[in-house]
């Protein structure tokens, strides 16, 4: 139980366009989900916190209006990245809180952007 | 503020030996500590973790870690390793439910012959 999936797993765009990144929790309903930026060797910077039905929060230095975070149902929140440039890619992982078991994040496998 | 220190940011251990990967961290309040390993171009698995009780918690895969609040400290021990223990690890802090974890900068296991 308690999987996590994201799609796609690799995607490669051109500067300037859009990508959006959906993560599932395939097996429990999620309340909260978080989504993640991870650099090459480096740790997992939070991005943003999302519940179902309201606006996502983001931390401090991440821009709302660039990495749009959309959580319409209790099994699926979606990341589109807009006017994607190079410095962009990354790979972004989420991950999701079940309402019967708050303090465990869930960790989808990750996607991997390429902003050419 | 809360933080996580991982003073190792690679270890190479010989196959079948023991290993130890050091977890400092700083946080206001109780602790919830997370001990994730994460395989290249993958996401993170959960190995252990640590809400209360007792204070050394065992995890998946043979691992355990032990925690010590007057060491502020959360290390992941495991006795014999195996070359599939090759990865990075991350130790994470977090708090009461549904608040955001903080994650160290993570330890790279090398596994030697």
């Known amino acids: 139980g308690a999987v996590v999936s994201q799609h796609p797993s690799r995607v490669i765009c051109k500067s300037g366009t859009s990508v959006k990144i959906e993560c599932r929790s395939l097996?429990?309903?999620?309340?909260?989900m978080f989504w993640y930026r991870q650099f090459p060797k480096q740790s997992l910077m939070l991005m943003a916190t999302?519940?179902?039905?309201?606006?996502?929060?983001?931390e401090q230095g991440v821009e709302k209006d660039k990495f749009l975070i959309n959580h319409a149902s209790l099994t699926l929140s979606t990341l589109t990245v807009t006017s994607a440039h190079p410095e962009d890619s990354s790979f972004y992982i989420c991950?999701?809180?079940?309402?019967?078991?708050?303090?465990?994040?869930?960790f989808g496998p990750g996607t991997r952007l390429t902003v050419t | 503020a809360q933080s996580v220190t991982q003073p190792d940011i690679h270890i190479t251990v010989s196959e079948g030996a023991s290993l130890e990967l050091r977890c400092n961290y700083s946080?206001?309040?109780?602790?919830?500590l997370f001990w994730y390993v994460q395989s290249p171009g993958q996401g993170l698995q959960l190995l252990l973790k640590?809400?209360?009780?007792?204070?050394l918690v065992q995890g998946i895969k043979g691992f355990e870690a032990e925690f010590k609040r007057s060491q502020s400290s959360f290390n992941l021990r495991k006795p014999s390793v195996h070359w599939s223990d090759a990865a990075e690890y991350f130790c994470?802090?977090?708090?009461?439910?549904?608040?955001?974890?903080?994650f160290g900068t993570g330890t790279r296991l090398l596994v030697s012959p």
């Open positions: 640590y809400f209360s009780g007792d204070t």
């Open positions: 994470a802090v977090g708090g009461r439910s549904f608040q955001k974890l903080v």
């Open positions: 999302s519940n179902e039905g309201s606006k996502a929060t983001y």
């Open positions: 097996d429990f309903q999620a309340t909260t």
């Open positions: 991950s999701a809180i079940s309402g019967d078991s708050s303090y465990e994040q869930y």
């Open positions: 946080y206001g309040a109780t602790p919830y």
